[in-house]
């Protein structure tokens, strides 16, 4: 089982760097472990918690039968989600927020859950048995943090009607026209 593999060396590398982490036994949509990492405090009652799955990939091993692969292709999913929910009136101002800077960034991650009102960062990344190095893990554990923790608070007063996307824009198109003067 290459999933409990990877997720065992994902265990180790970040225990060695002091984290929180926990191997789960079920997960809540596959019925398989996962981990838990513990990456700071959200509030006196609220941690961060990054929830890591792998799975194998279901589809694509080949897209010619006659000539397999030899290696089993892994998809290492990392979800983070956000400590608020988000207000059913706001959806669409919240899911216009995430569509804008997924793009801006170039890479999706912030997902917006609409049964549960939440929202999640979410990082894919597609291995072979070849795996993920501890370097790799790590930048993509910071990466995570970084666009978790820089949209957060904008991501949250949206989410609670505190502003509106378009207002957002707006203010994005005022910066810009002062930082265009320089």
């Known amino acids: 089982m290459h999933e409990l593999k990877y ?38 009652v609220d941690s961060k918690v990054l929830e890591i799955y792998v799975r194998e990939q279901e589809a694509g091993q080949s897209l010619t039968p006659d000539r397999p692969h030899k290696d089993t292709i892994l ?39 609409e049964i549960n009102n939440k929202v999640i960062y979410r990082y894919n990344a597609i291995v072979t048995n070849t795996g993920i190095n501890a370097q790799v893990l790590l930048g993509i554990i910071g990466i995570i943090l970084l666009f978790y923790d820089i949209h957060r608070t904008t991501i949250e007063e949206v989410a609670e009607g505190k502003v509106s996307f378009n207002t957002i824009i707006s203010r994005l198109l005022e910066t810009y026209e002062k930082i265009s003067k320089f």
């Open 7 to 44: 997720l065992e060396n994902f265990l180790s590398v970040l225990k060695n760097e002091n984290y929180e982490v926990r191997l789960l036994k079920n997960d809540k949509f596959f019925n398989a472990p996962y981990l838990a990492v513990t990456l700071g405090k959200e509030s006196e």
């Open 75 to 113: 998809q290492c999913i990392f979800e983070l989600e956000y400590p608020f929910s988000v207000k059913r009136q706001y959806t669409n101002d919240v899911s216009a927020l995430l569509h804008f800077l997924n793009q801006q960034h170039r890479m999706s991650g912030y997902v917006l859950d």
